[in-house]
Each structure stands twice: as structure tokens, then as C-alpha cells.
């Protein structure tokens, strides 16, 4: 019996998993009886989760690719890889007239080309066991706010890079999902400690990701709202 229910256990890769969304993915998951490896630059806030939740952590920078290649190597099984981990650039957020081309290619490496590596890393495991990919995304990909346009622009790059990769990929979901504003801390170094503290809790956005996973609808593209 245990043979049968550990061959069956479905497994998660978490990017971002210290804090936030990742860590409430993480939580309900594990919550839902999933196998989970965890990553995240913070080493402390990380390796606490994971003793929490009885899942594996590796902590490294998903921009590094000797760190892709460890979180390949350490899931040969693989059913969802979640790129939740991203960064948001200067702060306070600068006009584009102002951005300074180094932090935006920095922003680049961690928002998209981490993110495409991973997937790429890990398309075989996912593939063997027709798995999916949630990459998630912003309204500032689709939407021209001020003070936006670097991180903004990296996210639109993310939502094509995934529009084509679910194309590529027939054995494989992808979906990428705008999960509206939260209360975490990037949107606090983003907007202020006051604004960001009434915005919803990551956790109230879980519910319909887990659905979307469930449910597996065709790739695409998807709001919080559509999702509820």
C-alpha cells in the first residue's frame, strides 16, 4: 500500500517558495498531499518551510545556472513546476526614461530567463508524466502604469515565452496566471507599506490556482478573476 501511494504522489517544483505566493502554494499543496521541492534566495526563511511542511529545499538563485541544473537533478519526477519567484527591479521604481539598462538586464535574467532555463531543465521529468507549468505573470505585462515598464516588460516577455512554449509542448500545460495585487512584500517595496497593506493576503488567490491545476483547462492565459 505504501509502495502504491508513494508511486501515485504527485510532485511540485516552487520557485520563490520562502515567502508570499510560493509559500502559500507550498503550504496548500503540501496540505493536499503533494511532494514538494522548494527553492528561494532567502536560505533561512526557506529551510524553516520546508521542515514545516516535511518538503525537500534547496535555496540558490534561479539565475544561476549551476542552481537550475541542482533542481533538475534533484526532481526526476515531476508533475507542476510553479516560476512564482521573480524580482521587481529599483525601488522606488523608476520611469523608463530614467531605468538603468543593467538592472533592467539583471530583471530580465531573473524574471524570464530563469524561468524559460528551469522549464527547459525540466520539460523530460514533466513530459514523462504529462505535467504542467504555471508561470506567474502580472497585470503590468498587459497594462502601461508608471514607474512599471521594467518589470512590466518582463512580464510581457514571460507571457509570450509561455504562449509559445504551450504551443511547443502538446504533452505538457502551460498556463500563465496574473494573480492580481497581494500583500507581500515586493508589492510593499513597490508601492509603500500602507498601500500594499490593503491589498489581499497571498493566500486568498490559492484557491483558484489549485482549481486551474485541477481542472486542467487548455494553455492559456488567466486573471485571478476568471479563475473564480
Known amino acids: ?39 528561494a534566495r532567502g536560505e533561512e526563511d526557506l529551510m524553516s518551510a520546508a521542515f514545516d511542511l516535511g518538503a525537500l529545499a534547496i535555496p540558490g538563485d ?19 513546476l510553479i516560476n512564482n519567484a521573480s524580482g521587481l527591479g529599483p525601488a522606488p521604481l523608476p520611469r523608463l526614461a530614467d531605468y538603468p539598462p543593467d538592472a533592467l538586464r539583471a530583471l530580465f535574467e531573473t524574471n524570464v530567463i530563469a524561468p524559460l532555463a528551469l522549464a527547459q531543465a525540466t520539460l523530460p521529468a514533466l513530459r514523462k508524466r504529462r505535467g504542467a507549468i504555471l508561470n506567474i505573470t502580472s497585470d503590468a505585462a498587459v497594462e502601461a502604469y508608471e514607474g512599471w515598464g521594467g518589470y512590466g516588460a518582463t512580464k510581457a516577455a514571460l507571457d509570450q515565452m509561455s504562449n509559445v512554449l504551450a504551443a511547443e509542448e502538446p504533452d505538457v500545460a502551460v498556463w500563465w496566471v496574473d494573480p492580481g495585487e497581494m500583500r507581500t512584500r515586493m508589492l510593499a517595496d513597490a508601492v509603500g507599506p500602507e498601500e500594499a497593506a490593503a491589498a489581499p493576503p497571498p493566500e486568498s488567490v490559492v484557491p483558484a490556482l489549485l482549481h486551474l ?16
Open 1 to 39: 500500500m505504501l509502495i502504491s501511494s508513494v508511486k501515485h504522489m504527485k510532485h511540485a517544483l516552487i520557485t520563490g517558495a520562502s515567502r508570499g505566493l510560493g509559500l502559500a502554494l507550498a503550504k496548500a499543496l503540501a496540505g493536499d498531499g503533494w511532494s514538494l521541492l522548494l527553492t
Open 213 to 228: 491545476v485541477g481542472a486542467r483547462p487548455a494553455p492559456g492565459r488567466f486573471t485571478r478573476g476568471e479563475l473564480e
Open 62 to 80: 534561479v539565475a544561476d545556472p549551476a542552481h537550475v541544473a541542482r533542481l533538475a537533478e534533484s526532481a526526476p519526477e515531476l508533475d507542476l
